[in-house]
């Protein structure tokens, strides 16, 4: 099997780190296993050990501080036949510790690689969960008022039914790390390496003295007997599949043909108050009516009394697994405050994409086409705006059709609304104002 090293992002780590030497073994490690790179996913975090996912050319997802476990878990209970592999620093490590807690709980089949130089190497050389107390660090006195941890015995004790504590300098590393990938269950490995650009340059520490060092702590070799149970995966399955069956959720079979084909993105940038989400879900049950595959990914608002003001959606025929849009075909100009908050977004589109811009609403230069339209002329009240949208977008066909519109429509509103909505659209495709 070949390398699955990205010769394109070699590693750029400081020389004489251990993390490289990590690298080429999960590699071997890799290529023993006989794994392409669609076989699995690095998920990492924050600090130099955040980088094994550009190192590699495989699936890979790159989080925050601490969390890479929360994401690894995700994955491979959506995708259990994925070797999810997880990169994380002491740092992260002790950042995350309630994460740590629950995968060693819940023994899901992941590999988790804690590359522990103990410090913060990347932000500076503080001390970290594991820094020995007589370290001396760019945090100062710090590390000597707490107790370093020992990641494996926690681990242990937490239920960890694979727990491996050995050094980044081990000749059969590479064995080591196959041996926890193959593990059902999940498995940790505590590896212990050198930090040359922060840890070292105050504190003396060599390959032997890691050596010495592990000797004398308790041997953490593999599998740890009393937490051997069955991998949380298969249980949750084997569990769910004796419960009672739930009702099928509803089927919209699909009984038009889109506009376009292929993949079609849609950004809606609004403002509070124009039910955008609303007007978003109506545009992905459109697309249902015409076989596709949908997502809806809404702006999450941080502040209190202000409402959601962008939707992106996505349409496709294939399924859609990245849910990223960075050159939608068609943006949805309804007010200035959407418009503002994602404005790098015009200067991507190309000359093919749309732009429906309501009057009174600027946006920034693009080589997107531009479909002016004057909804207040047309009677049409500002609530109701991102509704009139879809009936632009359906009397051009663009996207959707006003037979997929139209049928979106009453699956989504019963009585009163329903006639409101379809109301609203005749009013928009036929230019009456009511």
Known sequence: MNSLLNAARPPVLCPGCTHERITHSLDQAFQNMGLAGHQIVIVSDIGCSGLFDTFFHTHAMHGLHGRALTYAAGLKMARPEINVIV?????????????LLAACRR??????L?????????TGGQFSATTPPEAQLGSGFLSALERP??????????????VRRCSGFQKNLAEQIQDAIEYEGFALMD?????PGRYTKKNRLTPKMIDDALAKLPTMDGVVSENVRPEYGQHYRQLAAAQKKVSAPAVIEPQFTAPQTGRQEVILLGSAGQRVITAGELLCIAGLTAGMKT????????????????????LSPQEINYTGIETPNVVVALDQEGVD????????MTPKALIIQISGVNVPTSKARIHHVDL????????????????VLAKLQQIITPQMLEAALKIRFKSNALDASLKLVKQVTTGKAA
């Not at 023994?107 to 988790?112: A, G």
């Not at 207040?376 to 009936?391: F, H, I, M, Q, Y």
Request: charge should be positive; glycine fraction near 14%; include cysteine.
């Open 87 to 99: 990169t994380m620093g002491d740092g992260g490590q002790g950042i995350g510790g309630a994460h």
């Open 107 to 112: 023994n899901l089949d992941l590999t988790l």
């Open 114 to 122: 804690i590359l522990n130089n103990f410090n913060f190497g990347m």
């Open 149 to 162: 941890l020992d990641i494996c015995k926690v681990a242990r004790c937490a239920g960890a039914p694979y």
């Open 191 to 195: 590896i212990w390496g050198i930090c």
């Open 295 to 314: 997502t809806q990914k809404n702006e999450y608002n941080i502040t209190v009394l202000r409402g959601p003001s962008i939707s992106e959606l996505i």
């Open 341 to 348: 908050r994602r404005r790098g977004l015009f200067e991507r």
């Open 376 to 391: 207040r002329a047309l009677g049409v009240k500002r609530p109701d705006w991102a509704l009139a949208s879809l009936a």
